[in-house]
């Protein structure tokens, strides 16, 4: 129904629409207003907060109050609002999110009038326990730590409480952060419910975590024999009996100098069996130690006095290992006894082995045959007529006969026309008989290069480049046989290629001029030098071991230098290479235009072009490519160019694109500083699997000191360097790719 002064209004327009009036009335009339008042606690909650206020109204007779929601599926309803217009609403996990509400106000009279309120509800606090460690059961002594992770506070503090009497645990023991750390003590073994509540100004909230305490781990020594006292020859056994660990593991020391017992006389039932030799008479405190892998250790010691009756073996030849066909012998050493009596066992099925083959002097002799071939642990017993008794052990290993290859040279990369040797050592055979094969096709390699006594010999012409698996094969009259093989390597020749002069070739009097000199297919090279310019300050000692050019030269020496390098190695290589050095007359700086040619063309396998020959020089420089610069883009380019994309973080395509010419161009431009490392042996050229000479011999004496190469140093590049190259870059962040480019070249020289 409409208000008694809207519908006067009304009538008044009606008649001054009708021109009964000519003068429209003026009528005074309430107007209607509503707002929202005393919100509590504010527009922000948290789910589980109630929130209310009052909707204040102007003009309205006995209002009528309802309620919308912008959320879909709210719990706000017009059930929220009395008929006073006190608002009152408990948001639950369903109503995170920002709530638009429109409180509308009506009464009998047809007033009404609407206001709005946003209120934005996030998720109720909560805390968790994260991160325990060891577990949620220690022992006395051991330290339990975690984490309390609190979502939904603002500035947490932190507090804590123990279920059990008498608890060490306070609320020092949680840091500011929610950093619990604990080491419970002896009054502490029991069932702990720790309870962890945060704070901050309007919220609150609790976790839990229950630590079972035990008490700290123990270890006792049980079942000692024969007792505290041995003799040398005679077994001791004992338990170390470990509680309160979880999978123990077992060591042994022993106060004795020059002891037998080691930890390998203990298993990881911490059985311990130990027969002590000659060596060992004396006084031994040892102490067994059990861990685990959650920090538990314990201890326990004994005292063991060894005499010096007992049987110990002396003289054993040739070893451990033995051939067939070929006899062992050794000494059984009695220490203690009167008149002793020896009797031997052997635990190989079928062994031939019997107490005729020790004599009443102790001296064993044995000669195995084909029937024998595997391990025979014997154990050989002592006992003489007053009652003493002893015993010792020894594992012999029977082998079919074998043979190996010793003594190559150089080594299994050779180049052409220079000769490989090496030798055949053999076990078990009787005059044997060599023959060869060569996976090789087309290999000139026959039964003829090697002879009677196993000595091999062979000098492979141009046309044997590339791998050669080359086996040898024994026989002798007793049937035996046996075959080994080793791959060599024969490189495409003898080069020295030398990199652009710098700074220019073209220098004034005073400026040092260097370049670097590399010899392929060489084994240990030295360098000689040889100028064509008269009168020239050039000698040999200005080029170093590794083919380093530095010179400096004088007014005297304006003009052309043809600088000729040789190389030459014990093995009658001989290889040249040339550059022109131009040295302007007087002391005045001559300005220069570097060699550097920068790469503009798309270049790619095929190719041959003075851009190639840029590019070669390159990859000579930095040490990707070991090869001469040809200007010919063959599968050595390519090669060296898929290395430089990968040490450069770019797809492994083998041609040089726009990516490519722009690293290369970069690396031509840009000056590297190399320093030396306390050896004082810099690294300037490409290594990888093959490479021979100093620079790998070098390189296996530094891997040596830093403690990542225990091989042999041969100036091989093989498996074992590869894997300390590999290890080297992994610890120094480079990526592991197993040779030596110019980022692991840098990390070598600091």
């Known amino acids: 129904m409409k208000s ?49 206020f009052t909707v204040s109204n102007s003009g309205f007779s006995n209002p009528i109050y309802s309620i919308s929601d912008s959320v879909s599926g709210s719990s706000v309803g017009s059930g929220n609002i009395n008929s006073s217009g006190n608002f009152s609403w408990t948001p639950n996990s369903n109503d995170v999110g920002t709530h638009n509400l429109s409180i509308a106000v009506n009464d009998s009279s047809g007033d009404s009038a609407t206001t709005t309120e946003t209120l934005t509800v996030s998720a109720a606090p909560s805390v968790s326990i994260q991160s325990l460690s060891p577990s949620s059961a220690v022992t006395i002594g051991q330290t339990v730590s975690f984490t309390v992770a609190a ?57 839990t975590e229950q630590i079972t305490v035990s008490a700290a781990p123990t270890l006792v020594i049980q079942s000692l024999s024969p007792g505290s006292s041995v003799n040398v020859g005679q077994t001791l056994t004992l338990t170390a009996a470990a509680s309160g660990f979880s999978s123990p593991s077992y060591s042994i020391s022993d106060s004795f100098s020059g002891t037998t017992l080691s930890s390998n006389n203990i298993n990881s039932s911490g059985n311990l069996s130990w027969m002590p030799s000659s060596s060992d008479v004396g006084t031994h405190a040892i102490t067994v130690t059990a861990s685990d892998g959650s920090g538990h250790t314990a201890t326990a010691s004994q005292t063991i006095t060894v005499g010096g009756s007992g049987a110990s073996i002396q003289g054993l030849s040739p070893g451990s290992t033995v051939v067939v066909g070929n006899p062992v012998t050794f000494t059984v050493a009695a220490s203690g006894f009167s008149s002793p009596v020896f009797s031997i066992s052997d635990s190989f099925g079928g062994s031939n082995i019997s107490n005729s083959s020790i004599n009443t002097a102790g001296y064993f002799t044995w000669t195995p045959d084909s029937s024998q071939v595997g391990t025979h642990n014997l154990t050989i017993y002592v006992n003489d007529p007053s009652g003493h008794s002893g015993n010792t052990t020894l594992a012999l290993t029977v082998q079919t006969p074998n043979i190996t290859i010793t003594s190559i040279t150089p080594g299994t990369v050779v180049a052409p026309n220079s000769p490989l040797s090496f030798t055949m050592s053999q076990a078990g055979f009787v005059n044997p008989t060599y023959t060869l094969s060569d996976s090789f096709s087309g290999t000139t390699i026959t039964n003829s290069n090697i002879n009677a006594s196993g000595y091999f010999t062979w000098t492979p012409a141009t046309n044997q480049s590339g791998s050669h698996i080359i086996t040898v094969y024994a026989t002798d009259s007793a049937g035996h046989s046996a075959n080994t093989s080793i791959t060599v390597s024969v490189n495409s020749g003898v080069s020295v290629a030398l990199t652009a002069p710098t700074p220019s070739s073209s220098v004034a009097p005073g400026t040092t001029v260097v370049f670097s000199s590399y010899a392929y297919g060489f084994t240990s090279p030295s360098y000689t030098l040889q100028d064509s310019f008269g009168g020239s300050s050039i000698t040999n000692a200005d080029i170093n071991s590794s083919g380093y050019f530095s010179w400096t030269p004088t007014n005297a020496d304006a003009g052309t230098h043809t600088i000729t390098v040789t190389a030459t190695d014990p093995y009658s290589h001989l290889a040249s290479a040339q550059t022109t050095l131009v040295v302007a007359a007087g002391s005045q700086n001559v300005t220069t235009t570097s060699s550097s040619a920068v790469i503009t063309d798309y270049l790619y396998p095929g190719l041959t072009s003075s851009e190639v020959t840029a590019l070669q020089n390159i990859l000579i420089k930095d040490g990707y490519l070991s090869a001469a610069a040809t200007g010919y883009y063959g599968s050595l380019t390519e090669a060296a160019v898929v290395a430089f994309q990968a040490a450069h973080g770019i797809q492994q395509l083998g041609v040089v694109g726009p990516a490519t010419r722009a690293a290369l161009n970069s690396a031509q431009s840009s000056s590297t500083t190399t320093t030396t490392a306390d050896d004082g042996f810099v690294f300037n050229n490409f290594l990888s699997v093959g490479s021979t000479g100093n620079d790998v011999t070098e390189l296996q004496k530094r891997l040596t000191t830093l403690g990542v190469y225990s091989g042999p140093i041969t100036g091989y590049f093989g498996s074992l360097t590869q894997a300390a190259v590999d290890q080297f870059q992994g610890a120094h962040g480079i990526s592991r790719v197993g040779y030596v480019g110019p980022t692991t070249r840098a990390a070598l020289n600091q």
């Open 151 to 207: 979502s939904g506070f603002t500035n947490p503090t932190y507090s804590v409480n123990d279920s059990l009497s008498g608890s060490t645990v306070v609320n020092g023991d949680i840091n500011s952060s929610g950093n619990f750390s604990w080491v419970p003590a002896t009054q502490d073994a029991g069932t702990h419910t720790i309870t962890v509540t945060v704070h901050d100004a309007q919220n609150s909230a609790s976790v």
């Open 4 to 52: 008694s002064h809207t519908m006067v209004q009304r009538f008044a327009q009606v008649l001054f629409a009708l021109g009964f009036l000519t003068v429209p009335l003026a009528f005074a009339y309430a107007s209607v207003s509503v707002s929202i008042q005393s919100l509590s606690p504010s527009t922000s909650v948290t789910v589980g907060t109630n929130v209310s």
